[in-house]
């Protein structure tokens, strides 16, 4: 804890100084200077001086983006501490799940075949819905299972996984094949999507796992442990166990339904945060928020600016990213 003390406030300002970055960086490049008064302008530092026609593009489309990719970043680092925690699988994210495939087939499933039928909520709200089917499915083939355990877990959700990929891929082949391009930028991530309005389902997902991960740290703690230790601590497992993959289902659905589906941030992270404070989650999952959160900047500025003035989709620059990383991870076995 005495370290998390120091590296949390280094943290948290290189995320700031990132924000910042993110805001100024894009088609039109903005000078940070700009960036700053305009946001002195926009909540009040800077009263006097009037709106200018900047503060638009800063306050209004790209802030709202950089502070989704802050909750995305965060949310889907805390996720896949938890899932690998509680599955004792290094590998575990939510797409091993099935969460992503669900929310993604759920989307496609609107692009593709029914349309907005409420307006803009309509894809987001399709997403979510499709990643709890997906995790409600999971933890029915689970509960049906015999021999329960994070093995289990893991073989079911993979299961789902790729039956959502199977209907999806349907999905994209009888639908309207001039959806095609929508489905894929959509399947490969990306914060197109960002706007104050949608900001609040991004923040309750990441919330309430942030929220549910400081209550329960001691329990995680435990279970690093094994099965029969934690139990003897009173800790009922499989409770634990379907718990948090319930509370990392409604978090990734939430995300997902407004950034689409974006890899590997929930496999690098928990790795990155475990090799700067260690395994124990009081200080893993605050660690981990901040490092999927300067990620997923990272990765956004990345995709915005390596084809200008061509947006590449997110997904593709934390894939490569993660390939990378994955290799690197063997090189050490």
């Not at 305009?38 to 790209?62: E, Y």
């Not at 999971?138 to 789902?160: N, Y």
């Amino acid at each position: 804890m005495p370290r998390l003390a120091v590296l949390l406030p280094v943290a948290l300002v290189v995320l700031v100084a990132m924000v910042v970055l993110a805001v100024a960086t894009g088609s039109t490049a903005i000078a940070l200077s700009d960036v700053v008064g305009a946001f002195g302008r926009a909540f009040g530092a800077n009263s006097a001086a009037g709106a200018q026609p900047i503060d638009r593009i800063v306050v209004d489309l790209r802030l709202p983006r950089a502070l989704l990719a802050v909750l995305a970043g965060a949310g889907l680092g805390v996720v896949g501490c938890l899932l690998q925690t509680v599955t004792r699988n290094d590998l575990a994210d939510p797409f091993l799940f099935g969460l992503s495939s669900g929310a993604a087939a759920g989307a496609v499933l609107v692009i593709t075949v029914t349309g907005d039928v409420f307006g803009f909520w309509t894809l987001p709200l399709a997403a979510f819905a499709g990643g709890m089917l997906a995790s409600i499915t999971v933890l029915v083939l689970v509960a049906r299972m015999r021999a329960r355990g994070p093995a289990r877990l893991v073989l079911a959700g993979l299961a789902v996984s790729f039956l959502f990929m199977a209907l999806t891929n349907y999905l994209v082949f009888a639908g309207d094949q001039r959806a095609a391009h929508s489905v894929l930028f959509w399947t490969l991530g990306g914060l197109g999507l960002a706007r104050w309005d949608v900001l609040p389902i991004a923040l309750i997902g990441t919330g309430s796992v942030l929220v549910f991960a400081a209550a329960m740290h001691r329990q995680f703690d435990a279970l690093l442990a094994g099965d029969e230790t934690a139990t003897t601590l009173g800790i009922s497992v499989a409770f634990l166990r379907g718990a948090t993959f319930l509370v990392c289902a409604f978090a990734t659905g939430a995300l997902v339904s407004i950034t689409g589906v974006i890899g590997f941030v929930g496999l690098m992270v928990p790795h990155l945060a475990r090799a700067v404070v260690g395994p124990m989650h009081g200080a893993l999952v605050w660690v981990a928020a901040v490092l999927g959160a300067c990620l997923l900047l990272a990765g956004d500025i990345a995709a915005r600016t390596l084809l200008m003035p061509q947006e590449l989709p997110i997904g593709i620059v934390t894939t490569a990213a993660g390939a990378v990383f994955v290799l690197a991870v063997l090189r050490r076995f």
